[in-house]
């Protein structure tokens, strides 16, 4: 069956430009992670949803970076304002439920360079 | 979540069984140990989970020690497909709402012909 789909793949922005990325989960997957892949490091978390609402979003860096999910569905990552520093692979997972013995089943990323 | 302690690299011949260690000594009883693997230019893929038991799938076995202060990951036959970075993780079971992962650096892994 599908996967999770993120899209774009890559994405390329001027410093100071704002950008989405939108992340498609698995259809009836109730839970929605999203994380950022830096060069060389593992996945950092950033934020959690659980159907519509955002049950952790603890891993956001600063206020710049805000997401959504309107419909338990689909999700979009929003960042303002970007910076050089933002440049990563922006990675979104979904899951059947937030539970332990539900794993979670990643999307191949979105690459932002900001230049 | 309790911080886990992995190699940063191995080889493995292809056609042997790769063997990937994981310290966790200070896992706490309610969470369970999960691997990933992460092939260049993919996201995280799901391996195996387990809580004390050992476990088999058809991908890979889960060998966790009796005081579950250590686990091994077996690739029982490694292909050079099976070259990535594998993550060992442990997460947390409680009745709230995180279920984030935390990834550390990980086992890059390299399978060699």
């Known amino acids: 069956g599908a996967g999770v789909s993120q899209t774009p793949s890559n994405k390329v922005t001027e410093k100071g430009k704002y950008v989405e990325l939108r992340c498609d989960p698995i259809?009836?997957?109730?839970?929605l992670y999203w994380y950022r892949q830096s060069l060389g490091q593992g996945p950092e978390f950033l934020i959690y949803?659980?159907?519509?609402?955002?049950?952790?979003d603890s891993g956001l860096p600063n206020d710049r970076f805000f997401a959504v999910r309107p419909e338990g569905s689909v999700s979009t990552l929003k960042i303002q304002r970007t910076e050089r520093g933002d440049s990563a692979v922006y990675l979104c997972?979904?899951?059947?439920?937030?539970?332990?013995?539900?794993?979670?089943?990643f999307g191949n990323g979105t690459r932002l360079t900001v230049t | 979540d309790a911080k886990t302690t992995q190699p940063p690299s191995m080889d493995c011949a292809e056609g042997r069984a790769a063997n990937l260690p994981c310290n966790h000594s200070?896992?706490?009883?309610?969470?369970?140990v999960y691997w990933y693997r992460q092939i260049h230019s993919q996201g995280p893929q799901y391996i195996i989970h387990?809580?004390?038991n050992n476990e088999t799938n058809e991908m890979a076995s889960l060998i966790i020690t009796e005081d579950r202060k250590s686990s091994t990951l077996i690739l029982p036959h490694a292909t050079l497909r099976d070259t990535a970075v594998y993550y060992c993780?442990?997460?947390?079971?409680?009745?709230?709402?995180?279920?984030?992962?935390?990834f550390g650096k990980g086992t890059l892994l390299t399978v060699n012909p």
């Open positions: 997972a979904s899951s059947t439920k937030a539970g332990v013995n539900s794993p979670l089943h």
């Open positions: 259809s009836g997957h109730t839970a």
């Open positions: 949803f659980q159907g519509t609402g955002a049950a952790d």
């Open positions: 200070t896992i706490s009883g309610n969470e369970y």
């Open positions: 387990g809580l004390k």
């Open positions: 993780i442990v997460r947390v079971v409680t009745g709230g709402s995180n279920y984030k992962l935390t």
